[in-house]
């Protein structure tokens, strides 16, 4: 075991930062209409989980015996970027046949299933 | 010195990340993506989680965001709405709602665990053997299956990206 390094960032600057890219990319969901920014605001809001995840692995590792769970919530920032990576290639599979079909991505003009 | 990296890369992380949502151009939206997962990145790196950082890296980075320029260039999309355009009404309900679910999780958060100014011990925990360890050992089943996942996954978007002949 190496000494443990001391790092001078409170976890709470860390949830901060988390919370903030979170809501960057609601405001980016919200209001833009291209498909391609909105699906690059969600990647802020899934890397804003990400740094809760460490924020809180982070400080639980401050307590005794958190080394596991410090150790867990690093693998799953792993799957949440595992999961990211299946999401982007489905969600941009969908963009590309939409554009097929309407030759747009602005998902104003895609509102074939509303009455 | 450890703070003033952070405080660099959170900066560039929260400005580049409004640059990536407010500019009209998709491609300049990628990149700057791109920098806001570098300073998150680096962020990982400080805290001692050099797994994550270099996975950061590589597979956000060098594999996700390639996929989205990939998209881009191929549909060829030129210039986007501007952000909130034409939509008073709408622009100013979505930054009512974004604002208030920042401050409402900044809010539990220093409400949850309130002891702000705590020194946190980094390092040694971010390396791979520990990491390795728990994904093969007690995160097996995640494991596999986020491969079977992303095998459906590619299978659904070749299938959804093929050209009806």
Do not use: C
């Amino acid at each position: 075991m190496e000494p443990l390094q001391l790092i001078p960032v409170p976890h709470t600057w860390l949830l901060a930062l988390s919370a903030t890219l979170l809501a960057i990319g609601t405001l980016g969901v919200l209001l833009r209409r291209n498909a391609i920014t909105i699906f690059l605001s969600l990647e802020i809001m899934l890397n804003a989980g990400n740094l809760a995840f460490v924020a809180f692995a982070l400080k639980l590792s401050a307590e005794p015996g958190g080394l596991a769970a410090a150790v867990a919530g690093q693998v799953f920032v792993f799957f949440v970027i595992g999961v990211a990576a299946a999401e982007a290639a489905v969600g941009l599979a969908l963009f590309i046949a939409l554009h097929r079909l309407k030759e747009t991505i602005d998902v104003d003009r895609v509102n074939i299933l509303r009455w | 010195m450890v703070t003033y990296v952070f405080l660099v890369a959170a900066g560039l992380a929260v400005v580049f990340s409004l640059v990536a949502i407010v500019h009209r151009s998709p491609i300049v939206n990628v990149l700057s993506l791109v920098l806001v997962f570098f300073a998150l990145a680096a962020i990982f790196a400080i805290a001692g989680m050099d797994f994550l950082a270099a996975i950061q890296l590589i597979v956000y980075s060098g594999a996700i965001l390639v996929l989205f320029l990939f998209v881009i260039m191929l549909l060829n999309i030129g210039w986007a709405e501007r952000l909130g355009s034409g939509r008073p009404l709408q622009a100013f309900l979505g930054l009512v709602a974004a604002t208030g679910l920042g401050a409402a999780v900044i809010l539990a958060a220093t409400r949850v665990v309130p002891d702000l100014g705590t020194v946190l011990p980094g390092a040694e925990k971010g390396t791979v053997f520990p990491i390795g360890r728990a994904l093969l050992g007690s995160h097996l089943f995640a494991f596999e299956f986020i491969s079977v996942l992303l095998v459906a996954a590619i299978v659904g978007a070749v299938y959804l990206a093929r050209r009806d002949d």
